[in-house]
Structure formats: structure tokens, C-alpha cells
């Protein structure tokens, strides 16, 4: 039983032959090998930039929101709160009503 070793991984991505030029299609091996190392690169730099926001944004560097002050309290009209109260009882007891006697309705192709 054959273990992978971090020497054979190693081996499979290095760049021995640093002469040669091969164009994109000729050799998949090659092909593959250069889309996982800027796969593996492109998600360093991702992990990197992240850790790198989420500290500045916990030590409170970016992102701040600046203090308005104090809150605004609004006060309640209470004519207005009654008006409203009785406008949707009025409409309540209007449902309730048109709930409890429906309409009949003839059947216009009879």
C-alpha cells in the first residue's frame, strides 16, 4: 500500500522543465496543473483579504457609523389614534356584515 507523501504532491506540481514551451491544450497534466495552483493561489489571497476586512472591521477602523446624537421621539396625536380606531371598527362591522348575508347571485346562462 502506497501512502501519498507531501514529497510526492510536491513532485507533481513543480516546474522542472522551465525551457520548454508548450501551448495551452498540448499537454493536459500541464493544462490541469496550472488551473489548481491559481485555483489554490486565488483562494490564499481571498482567505487573506477576508481575515484582513474582518480585522478592521472588529477593531472598528472601517465601516463606522458615525453618533447622531440622541434618538427622536415622536409623541402620538391621540385625535388621530381615535379616528383610526373607529375607522377600522366601522370596516370591521362592514365585513362582518357582507360575511353574514351573501349575495345571491343568478346564473346569467340559465
Known amino acids: 500500500m502506497q501512502f501519498v507523501t507531501f514529497k510526492k504532491i510536491a513532485k507533481k506540481f513543480s516546474f522542472k522543465k522551465r525551457g520548454e514551451f508548450r501551448a495551452i491544450g498540448e499537454k493536459a497534466d500541464h493544462d490541469w496543473r496550472h ?3 491559481m485555483f489554490f493561489f486565488l483562494t490564499v489571497i481571498s482567505l487573506g483579504a477576508g481575515f484582513y476586512i474582518f480585522v478592521k472591521i472588529s477593531n472598528g477602523e472601517i465601516f463606522t457609523v458615525a453618533d447622531t446624537g440622541g434618538t427622536v421621539q415622536k409623541t402620538i396625536n391621540q385625535k388621530e389614534l381615535d379616528g383610526a380606531i373607529t375607522f377600522f371598527e366601522e370596516r370591521k362591522k362592514r365585513f ?6 351573501p349575495s ?4 346569467p346562462s340559465l
Open 104 to 107: 345571491v347571485l343568478e346564473d
Open 96 to 101: 362582518l356584515e357582507i360575511q353574514s348575508n
Open 35 to 37: 488551473i489548481l495552483l
